[in-house]
Every structure is written in C-alpha cells, then in structure tokens.
C-alpha cells in the first residue's frame, strides 16, 4: 500500500510539472487547443503499470490541481472534457488490444482535441467550431505518436526497475 | 507500430483531408460582413469593407480590440491572459473566425447569405 502511494505521489507530480512546462512552450498553428500533451504521457505510463483505475484517479487528480493552480474553472471543464474522453478511448483500445503502444496515445491525442474541441462548440454555440478539426485531428495524431514512442521507451525501462 | 496503427493513422489523416476539402469548397469566399458575438448572443455587425477598429466588451470586464483593414479582421489586444485571439492570423474567407474564450468573444466573418449551406443554394 505505502508503495503504491508513493508511486500515485511520484506520478502526479510528474504529471503537474509536466503540465506547467507545457504552458511554457507555446505551438502556434494559428488554431486554438494545438498543444504537445506532455500530461497525457504520464496518464498513458499509469495506464500500464497502475491499470485503468489508477490512471482515471492520476489524470483527474492532475486536471483538479492544475486547474485551480495556473488557469480557471472554465479551463478545468475544457480539460475534463479532453482528459476524460482520451482517457476513456485510450483505456478500451488497451482493453481489447486494438493498438499498439504508439496507437494508442495516438487515440489518445485526438481524441483529447476532439473532447476540447465540442466544449468550446457548446460554450460559444456555434458548431462550425469543426473548421479547425482537421488541424486538431492532424496535431493531435502527431503529438500523440510522440508521446506514445517516448511512452514506449520509458515504459519498457520501468518495468525492470518497479 | 502495427499494421493497425498504420490504418488509425491513415483514416486520421483521410478524415481531417476530407474534412478540410469540404470546408474549403463550400465556406472559403471572402466574405464582406463581420459579426461579433458575445456568450452566444449577437454584438455588432460591422462591413468588412471600411477600415475600422473597435473594443469588443466580452463578460465579466474583458475587452478586445478588434481591427478591420483591407478586408481583414484581426484582435489586435486582449485583456485575456493567455492571448490566443490575438495569436490567430487574420480572418478574410467566409465562415473564419477568432475565439476569445476567457471572454466568450466570437468574430466570424461572413458573406451576406449568413450560413454555408445558404451559400451553396445560391
């Protein structure tokens, strides 16, 4: 139990520092919600070494945090909507097997920008808000890929060490 | 990566080309009307024609200072803290717009028949 504690600890932690780097590295395409995911890759490492469930309580513990550290209440349902639905599609392709590691952060990317993006359709109530869903789909497959090869490798250097 | 991961990525991309062409073909004409809209409700109309500039009141006390020159529309300052509409590029072709979402500010240029679809029935 202590260790598993101790593990959640480190995780989450990673996670918020993560976050915060990635307010300090601005990518601009011109399009809103275009952002690296580096959060995303500790979610991803919890999802395979600590289970879905454990992933579920790291990823809403870090929105919660960062939420009420470096934004609003509204960036937090913004987050919410992205973290949960990547979180959700990312658990069931790892469930069934449908991908391989890289596939599945990839599924994990967009379908983060995907979750982002139906909140801000609802919040300004305009759904052409889908015009910069292709940039969002394309971003957020590339991003995913990366942290789904950088998963891969750090994954596969702490399973030998926990 | 698996072969599936290879398919994930190639529908990934068809989609988002798919998506884009469409967007494209029907919405991409310039457009000759600006519309500003606060928290879902109407704000101001302005031609995209002359040349001028305004301060967009968003809610709770936020402003944006929207600028039209040339045919472009453009946030040019924002009390936001994070500044993504003043980021965006320029808006010109029907149906672009620049989301201020602190301030729940919506600019969209239009052409005249308001919707995509109206346009295409033209």
């Given at each position: 139990?202590?260790?598993?504690?101790?593990?959640?600890?480190?995780?989450?932690?990673l996670?918020?520092?993560?976050?915060?780097?990635?307010?300090?590295?601005?990518?601009?395409?011109?399009?809103?919600?275009?952002?690296?995911?580096?959060a995303?890759?500790?979610?991803?490492?919890?999802?395979?070494?600590?289970?879905?469930?454990?992933?579920?309580?790291?990823?809403?513990?870090?929105?919660?945090?960062?939420?009420?550290?470096?934004?609003?209440?509204?960036?937090?349902?913004?987050?919410?909507?992205?973290?949960?639905?990547?979180?959700?599609?990312?658990a069931?392709?790892?469930?069934?097997?449908?991908?391989?590691?890289?596939?599945?952060?990839?599924?994990?990317?967009?379908?983060?920008?995907?979750?982002?993006?139906?909140?801000?359709?609802?919040?300004?109530?305009?759904?052409?808000?889908?015009?910069?869903?292709?940039?969002?789909?394309?971003?957020?497959?590339?991003?995913?890929?990366?942290?789904?090869?950088?998963?891969?490798?750090?994954?596969?250097?702490?399973?030998?060490?926990? | 990566m698996?072969?599936?991961?290879?398919?994930?990525?190639g529908?990934?991309?068809?989609?988002?080309?798919?998506?884009?062409?469409?967007?494209?073909?029907?919405?991409?004409k310039?457009?000759?009307?600006?519309?500003?809209?606060?928290?879902?409700?109407?704000?101001?109309?302005?031609?995209?024609?002359?040349?001028?500039?305004?301060?967009?009141?968003?809610?709770?006390?936020?402003?944006?200072?929207?600028?039209?020159?040339?045919?472009?529309?453009?946030?040019?300052?924002?009390?936001?803290?994070?500044?993504l509409?003043?980021?965006q590029k320029?808006?010109?072709?029907?149906?672009?717009?620049?989301?201020?979402?602190?301030?729940?500010?919506?600019?969209?240029?239009?052409?005249?028949?308001?919707?995509?679809?109206?346009?295409?029935?033209?």
């Amino acid at each position: 139990m202590a260790r598993k504690t101790s593990r959640y600890g480190v995780l989450i932690a990673l996670a918020f520092i993560l976050s915060y780097i990635e307010v300090l590295i601005p990518i601009n395409l011109g399009v809103p919600g275009v952002k690296l995911g580096l959060a995303n890759l500790v979610v991803f490492i919890a999802l395979y070494i600590e289970g879905w469930k454990g992933a579920l309580a790291i990823s809403l513990t870090r929105i919660v945090l960062v939420g009420f550290t470096f934004s609003n209440m509204f960036s937090m349902i913004y987050s919410v909507a992205g973290g949960m639905l990547s979180f959700i599609l990312m658990a069931l392709c790892k469930k069934y097997k449908l991908f391989s590691k890289v596939g599945i952060s990839i599924v994990g990317g967009v379908s983060h920008n995907i979750g982002q993006i139906i909140v801000v359709a609802f919040v300004v109530n305009n759904a052409d808000m889908f015009y910069y869903l292709p940039v969002l789909l394309v971003a957020g497959a590339v991003t995913g890929a990366l942290i789904g090869l950088l998963g891969a490798i750090v994954l596969e250097r702490l399973t030998k060490v926990l | 990566m698996s072969k599936r991961d290879f398919i994930l990525v190639g529908a990934i991309i068809f989609i988002a080309a798919a998506i884009y062409i469409v967007n494209r073909v029907v919405i991409q004409k310039p457009a000759d009307t600006v519309e500003v809209t606060v928290d879902g409700k109407q704000y101001t109309t302005l031609p995209l024609s002359e040349d001028t500039e305004i301060t967009i009141e968003g809610v709770n006390g936020g402003t944006n200072h929207l600028s039209i020159k040339a045919g472009y529309a453009q946030v040019v300052e924002a009390s936001c803290p994070d500044k993504l509409c003043v980021h965006q590029k320029s808006i010109h072709y029907n149906g672009e717009k620049i989301i201020c979402l602190p301030n729940k500010v919506l600019v969209e240029v239009i052409s005249g028949n308001k919707s995509s679809v109206d346009a295409v029935a033209n």
